[in-house]
């Protein structure tokens, strides 16, 4: 059995699952959503922990600062949240969501994945695993067009036409 909870941004007020029509107000709902975010953030937090590789990974990339996984966990699953501006761990743990990369990368997605769908209604936890998926590939999309910049831009005394296929695949 699974709990629905609805999820929303605070900025945004996006909904994940359907509004509710309980004659609760906005604000409350709002309040509702937002304890519902805070407490998947715990769980996820919680079942990274409990997971060996995972509780090592996470620990290493947050420099043992377990609330800055907090914070980036929350910052990926905000329905509002968009890739600019996220830290550079929330973007190193959203490509372990989200990448099949590594074996951090294959443990992790469908971990994160099964916990979603344990936790919340199946609609919301697939709207929610397309949320994080959008704000993947986004922020690939604009890592790669940088990158791009950064090997077609000139530097000094040089043109387009002289950047060599070593500076291409650097």
Not at 99 to 113: N, S
Not at 142 to 168: K, N, Y
Request: net charge negative; aromatic share 4%.
């Amino acid at each position: 059995m699974y709990m629905q909870q609805d999820i929303v941004s605070s900025d945004s007020v996006i909904l994940i699952s359907e509004p509710k029509h309980d004659g609760q107000s906005a604000g409350a709902h709002l309040a509702d959503a937002e304890t519902a975010l805070d407490d998947l953030v715990f769980t996820l937090t919680a079942s990274f922990r409990r997971h060996p590789h995972l509780n090592n990974v996470l620990t290493h990339i947050s420099g043992g600062q377990w609330p800055g996984v907090e914070r980036a966990l929350r910052a990926i699953l905000d329905p509002g949240s968009r890739h600019v501006g996220m830290s550079p761990l929330a973007l190193n743990i959203l490509d372990l969501m989200c990448a099949d990369r590594g074996i951090t990368g294959r443990i992790l997605k469908p971990f994160f994945r099964g916990i979603l769908f344990l936790k919340l209604a199946p609609p919301t936890a697939q709207r929610l695993i397309s949320h994080v998926d959008n704000l993947f590939e986004d922020s690939t999309r604009a890592s790669l067009s940088a990158g791009s910049e950064e090997v077609t831009s000139e530097q000094p005394g040089e043109s387009t036409a002289d950047i060599s296929v070593s500076r291409l695949t650097a």
